[in-house]
């Protein structure tokens, strides 16, 4: 029965013991939340990736979410907006929210500027298929223009001197190298 | 005085207009008094521009707060060098040093040109006239750096007014490079005026020949080098300054930039077609004019506020002066082009796919996309905007996705292209030409991949970055072997010989080399690291092999600024490398904080920190540390390209010979007696290429 009650209150005390050391985790964790906000740091990479999708939306900046350093300012890191985004991207990863999901909630929020690039989707598409489009329209057209050329090329004389294929064979052995062969 | 320079730059405006009409009646009339009247105009405008330049510094360095413009860009602690710099600090001065940039170089121009080209030159005279007149109705009647401040008295009279100090120049731009940086930009920009001039001249007046090409060849050189130094030096300056730990962010302006320096690229490239072959040239044509017309459309992002970037001027109503005038100079091209247009047919066609000319094709069509694509990207938002009614934006993966594949294809074809001999190659030749570039190329790849590169981008710009300077190698080697077996030289200085002997075309590959350089440099980003950490004094933090101990945190006082510095101890492998003193400078005068970065820099890596301020909650002082691999190579790559380019500009020895009929026949003998292939290839390639 002593027995038992000295267990007791050994047991209380280590319970207490424990909730004291939970309580000074928690604190210390806390004090580092509440003192260092300014060193915000996102905890997974995917949280960092997002952010970088992410426009700081405080409107001083170019920067991503995760970019943020505002030169000029008070201070050179990321401003209260961007901190306040990359938490919100933080929670919603914690909640296990689909990058998707997390990026239209930012475009619901401050409108289609918010993503650091435009989604493929409707005129947007335009931003991404034109650099492609455009160039091998291009590269067809070359491909065309030269097709045309060589055929006329074959018919026409080639210009220029002509240098016997004795002082070719000579040049190439002593540079190493072709003379319009 | 306080009216000389506002008085000078409205008689520069009726010069510039005056050379404009007496040209365009001397062309007509065919009177040479009067073209050369018109060119004489054309010089006055670069001494009256001068004179305005000269009046606006002496107010800035004799602190006359009651011009508008010292007033809002200086004050008195202000140090000598940035007042002469804060001349360019904003939107009026900088307009007029454009203006006095582009009259220097059609100064030159006139000038050099003044007994040559008498059927060319009065055409080119007055398109730069045209160009300068444009310029100089912006410094007269819509952005004059001359205003002055003005009070009303008690009386209620309207009285000049001056402040007793300035506000004081911005201090971003409060830094050595800002006073190089837009003047070496800007002589980029207004460079390109020349070959625009004597291109559109060769063309309204029909100039036969390739003549126009030649003469512009150097300017066009000086005005691409000039080009590339500013956006470089603009690049480290945002890397120096800034404090975000990186150089480019492709952001309007800088791409701005970028635009007129890819097509000028373009062609220096594809005038040796038109050069050695009489081809493509429509294309030259059309590539000087938008090379010309993007350096206005550069300056219109600047300048109008159309786009939000943050080296921007201030948003106002001046864009639409440059739109009117894009749509003006767009329009005479085209009619020009159109009237003319059988003056620029072919001599020749492409004989070969395999060749020098279609590697000049290609390399011409992927920079045209890489600057399409950078453009896209820069006017996509006004576009989707005026379209959609949203607002979008295009950040750095939108460039980056795109314009990496065109970049490393374009590096490709940096070491292919000098391979290929003109007209057609066999493949023999392409076997024997390629074998060991390209094997040290995949033996470099290898060797990272078992060191555990991982980056396929990277990877990919080491192996072609080892392949093109392989080629690079070989082309020097093997000609240096040929001369130094005809003239018993070592390889050394038969290389310098060999470069001498052709400097365009060696040149050349020193500016590839220096390219080659730059793109390892910019392959290093994927492993770029960085930590930011609040650190009391005797804290440290590890970055790297680097830790970093914080000993001191102290404060200086100057006039223009106070600053807070950190003393950093850096160690590495437990022993001290250096100490670094990153600090923010709080500007008196406009009362902006502004960070001043240390960089240890060393050919593997940059230890960048910034001292990123005290922390708003706590109050600590907080270190942001980046470790930045290869970042040197890029600078270094960057002087490599001016070097190459000012031995490109370089006459060939050869040529220096010619002029002297003594050493004429003695080049003439020994070509006869020893070599006679050599000489016959050497003087159909004269030309060099």
Redesign the interface.
Same mark, same amino acid.
């Given at each position: 029965m002593i027995n038992g009650h000295l267990r007791g209150v050994r047991f209380h005390r280590t319970r207490a013991k424990s909730l004291l050391l939970a309580f000074a985790m928690l604190a210390f964790v806390l004090q580092g939340a &509440? &003192?260092?906000?300014?060193?915000y740091a996102q905890q997974t990479e995917r949280g960092k990736e997002l952010g970088?999708?992410v @426009?700081c939306m405080c409107g001083g900046?170019?920067?991503?979410a995760t970019?943020c350093?505002h #030169? *000029? *300012?008070? /201070?050179?890191?990321p401003c209260d907006t961007a901190k306040g985004m990359q938490k919100e991207i933080d929670e919603r990863v914690a909640r296990n929210e689909s990058d998707d999901l997390t990026l239209q909630a930012f475009v619901q929020e401050y409108?289609? #500027?918010?993503?650091?690039? +435009?989604p493929a989707r409707? /005129?947007?598409i335009? !931003?991404?298929v #034109?650099? =492609?489009v455009?160039?091998l329209v291009? /590269?067809v057209l070359?491909w065309v223009v =030269?097709r045309r050329?060589?055929q @006329? !090329?074959t018919l !026409?004389t080639?210009?220029? +001197?002509q240098?016997p294929a004795?002082? &070719?064979a000579?040049?190439k052995r $002593? #540079? *190493?190298?072709?003379?319009? $062969? | 005085m306080d009216i000389l320079g506002s008085f000078s730059l409205l008689l520069a405006f009726l010069a510039a207009v005056y050379a404009i009409g007496a040209g365009i009646a001397g062309i007509v009339t065919r009177k040479t008094l009067l073209t050369k009247s018109a060119r004489n105009a054309g010089m006055a405008v670069f001494v009256l521009v001068t004179l305005a330049v000269a009046c606006l510094e002496y107010y800035f360095f004799t602190d006359n707060f009651s011009m508008a413009y010292v007033a809002a860009h200086s004050n008195r602690a202000l140090p000598f060098y940035y007042k002469f710099a804060a001349l360019w600090a904003g939107q009026e001065g900088s307009l007029l040093l454009w203006t006095w940039l582009l009259s220097t170089y059609a100064f030159f121009a006139l000038f050099v040109n003044r007994n040559k080209h008498p059927e060319l030159m009065p055409y080119v005279g007055v398109v730069l006239a045209g160009v300068q007149t444009f310029f100089l109705t912006l410094n007269n009647f819509v952005a004059s750096p001359f205003a002055v401040l003005a009070g009303a008295d008690p009386s209620g009279v309207m009285r000049v007014s001056a402040l007793a100090d300035g506000h004081g120049l911005n201090p971003l731009l409060q830094y050595p490079e800002m006073v190089i940086h837009p003047p070496m930009l800007y002589l980029g920009y207004t460079g390109f005026t020349v070959p625009f001039a004597f291109a559109l001249g060769a063309l309204l007046g029909r100039y036969p020949g390739e003549k126009w090409i030649h003469i512009t060849r150097r300017w066009t050189m000086i005005a691409w080098c000039f080009q590339g130094i500013g956006v470089l030096l603009g690049a480290h300056w945002a890397y120096a300054v800034l404090g975000w730990g990186g150089y480019w962010a492709w952001d309007p302006v800088e791409n701005a930039a970028l635009l007129p320096w890819i097509t000028g690229t373009a062609f220096l490239h594809s005038v040796m077609m038109q050069e050695k072959r009489g081809m493509m040239k429509v294309w030259n044509i059309w590539l000087v004019f938008t090379t010309f017309m993007l350096c206005i459309l550069g300056t219109m992002l600047t300048r109008s506020g159309i786009v939000s970037s943050v080296h921007a001027f201030a948003q106002s109503s001046i864009g639409n002066w440059f739109v009117g005038f894009l749509l003006l100079v767009f329009i005479v091209c085209f009619v020009s082009y159109w009237k003319n247009r059988d003056y620029l047919r072919g001599d020749n066609q492409l004989d070969s796919l395999v060749s020098r000319e279609s590697s000049f094709l290609f390399n011409n069509l992927i920079l045209l996309a890489a600057c399409f694509a950078v453009l896209w990207g820069t006017l996509f938002p006004v576009l989707s905007e005026a379209v959609t009614g949203n607002k979008i934006s295009m950040g750095p993966p939108f460039y980056n996705k795109v314009n990496i594949p065109i970049a490393l294809f374009l590096l490709l074809l940096t070491g292919v292209g000098p391979l290929l001999a003109w007209r057609k190659t066999s493949f023999d030749a392409l076997k024997r030409n390629f074998a060991w570039p390209l094997g040290g190329g995949v033996l470099a790849g290898v060797v990272a991949v078992v060191l555990g590169f991982r980056y396929v981008y990277s990877l990919v710009c080491l192996i072609l970055g080892v392949f093109v300077t392989l080629t690079i190698l070989s082309e020097f080697i093997r000609g240096a072997r040929v001369i130094a077996a005809r003239d018993g030289s070592n390889l050394i200085s038969a290389v310098g010989e060999l470069t001498m002997r052709n400097t365009r075309r060696y040149g050349g590959y020193v500016v590839h080399f220096g390219m080659v350089l730059i793109f390892i440099g910019i392959a290093g980003v994927p492993f770029n690291k960085d930590i930011q950490k609040e650190m009391a004094i005797g804290q440290t933090l590890n970055i790297g092999p680097y830790s970093i101990l914080c000993q001191n945190f102290d404060r200086v006082v100057t006039a223009n600024y106070d600053s807070e510095r950190a003393t950093l101890e850096v160690f590495r492998n437990g022993k001290s490398e250096m100490m670094l003193y990153p600090e923010r400078r709080f500007f008196l005068a406009s009362q902006v904080t502004e960070t001043m970065v240390a960089v240890q820099s060393s050919p593997l890596r940059d230890l960048y920190i910034v001292y990123a301020g005290r922390s708003p909650e706590n109050g600590q002082p907080v270190i942001h540390a980046y470790l930045n691999p290869l970042v040197k190579w890029i600078w270094f790559g960057g002087i490599v390209v001016v070097l190459g380019t000012g031995l490109a500009m370089l006459p060939n020895r050869r040529a220096a010979l010619v002029l002297r009929p003594v050493n004429e026949q003695a080049w003439g003998d020994r070509v006869a007696a020893s070599a006679s292939p050599i000489g016959a290839i050497a003087r159909r390639g004269d030309t060099g290429d």
């Open positions: &509440l &003192l260092s906000p300014s060193l970088q999708r @426009k900046c170019n920067d991503s970019g350093n #030169t *000029g *300012g008070s /201070f050179s890191g409108g289609p #500027t918010a993503l650091i690039v +435009p409707g /005129f947007n335009a !931003a991404w #034109t650099p =492609v455009v160039p291009a /590269f070359v =030269v050329w060589r @006329k !090329a !026409a080639a210009s220029g +001197p240098i004795e002082f &070719l000579r040049a $002593e #540079t *190493g190298r072709d003379y319009d $062969e | -």
